[in-house]
């Protein structure tokens, strides 16, 4: 059977004759193309970002115009400007960054490189250093007390304010506002030159005044060289009776750091309330750093401003004696003399009436006195 006979047949079942039957030449040109698989795309496609990914559909789309290449093509012209600005700001200023990142690097690697290597030998003074983690405790007013009352024989005692805040002078009543330590360490200047008189034939170095920029370098420095202080008090030639009494800044500070790295003795301030107990813990941690690091300064501990007449203040020392033991060496009474005395540039320590503050000040100064002669006389046997 040929294919004319199919036809045929087929005609004739469906009751019609093929005679009428015209057959087409069967290859026609047709004009669409063929198919193409449409790869999947990931739904949905914010705007304006994905710029890899779409790519895909856009080739595709020549041929069948999915809904992702329409998006696309809506989108296209659609740009963006507070968001790129945005993003260049942002562009630029991490370049900035790097660029500050590195300016630091190579000023640090030059600092390194001129700092004096090594410790220097240790100042043959006593050290002594005031400290406390929480500001206005005392600090300054101990300090000043202990330059005017403790005197080793033959020697002679002197302050060092490393307090930016400059306020040791005005309790040791020195001419205020002369060229200090900040900017003759600057100069790299020997502080000898800078002693100023203070009361009861004390000997004074105020930090001095500075700008900001100055203090900022200064501290700077101090951060890279953790000498910077055993230094300047090496350059001093000090005596072995002679006494220094360091002040320093509240917290954890570069000027703490120093002072404790030189220090034979600290004396922490503390006043009796909560406040000043949390802050026992970081206290005996960070003075544990400085027996781990090889410093071993004696720790003390005094109480400021105790109020007598609060039986809360008594409880909380009955808590301070119990936790600190024989470290506490003093208790200062509340006096509102001493805050006079600062105000009317006296001298506490000096007044004809000394008040319960002045007798203990005195108190601690003679146990200080006591336990840095017990020291000499320790380190004698040991040599
Ligand atoms: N025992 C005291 N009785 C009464 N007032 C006192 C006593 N001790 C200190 N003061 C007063 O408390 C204030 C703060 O004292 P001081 O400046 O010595 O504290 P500080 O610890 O050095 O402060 P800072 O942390 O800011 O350096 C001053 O006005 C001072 O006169
Ligand atoms: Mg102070």
């Not at 800078?194 to 203090?215: H, I």
């Not at 000027?255 to 006043?271: E, G, K, N």
Request: a negative charge; glycine letters at 6%; aromatic letters at 4%.
């Amino acid at each position: 059977m040929n294919r004319t006979d199919d036809i045929s047949n087929l005609f004739h079942r469906f009751g019609a004759s093929a005679d009428s039957y015209l057959e087409f030449d069967s290859h026609f040109d047709y004009k669409e193309k063929p198919l193409a698989l449409v790869p999947a795309l990931p739904v949905p496609v914010p705007a304006s970002v994905e710029i890899d990914a779409p790519q895909v559909a856009i080739e595709v789309s020549e041929t069948i115009p999915t809904v992702r290449t329409l998006q696309v093509e809506a989108e296209q012209p659609v740009v963006n400007t507070a968001q790129v600005g945005a993003s260049l700001r942002h562009l630029l200023a991490e370049v900035a960054l790097a660029r500050h990142a590195e300016a630091q690097a190579r000023n640090e690697e030059t600092l390194r490189q001129v700092l004096p290597n090594g410790r220097p030998a240790k100042t043959k003074a006593r050290v002594i250093a005031l400290v406390s983690p929480k500001g206005g405790v005392g600090k300054s007013t101990l300090a000043s007390a202990l330059t005017t009352a403790l005197r080793l024989e033959g020697g002679q005692t002197l302050a060092i304010d490393l307090d930016p805040q400059n306020a040791l002078q005005y309790h040791l009543g020195a001419e205020p506002d002369v060229e200090g330590m900040g900017s003759a360490s600057l100069k790299g200047e020997n502080w000898n030159s800078l002693l100023l008189a203070g009361s009861a034939g004390s000997l004074l170095l105020p930090y001095g005044s500075v700008t900001e920029d100055e203090r900022r370098t200064l501290e700077r420095y101090l951060e890279n060289d953790r000498y910077w202080l055993a230094r300047q008090l090496a350059n001093m030639n000090l005596g072995e009776n002679d006494v220094v009494i360091l002040d320093t800044p509240p917290g954890r500070t570069v000027y703490l750091d120093q002072a404790l790295s030189v220090a034979d003795q600290v004396l922490v301030v503390v006043t009796a309330d909560a406040a000043c107990f949390v802050t026992l813990d970081p206290m005996e941690r960070l003075l544990g750093e400085c027996r781990a690091s090889g410093q071993a300064p004696q720790c003390n501990y005094v109480i400021n401003q105790f109020d007598t007449s609060r039986a809360f203040c008594r409880d909380m020392h009955e808590v301070l004696k119990r936790r600190l033991g024989s470290k506490l060496l003093g208790v200062v009474a509340l006096d509102h003399a001493v805050g006079e005395a600062l105000a009317y540039g006296h001298n506490p320590l000096l007044e004809a009436e000394s008040s319960q503050a002045c007798q203990d000040m005195l108190m601690l100064s003679d146990r200080l006195k006591a336990q840095l002669e017990l020291m000499s006389v320790s380190e004698s046997y040991a040599s």
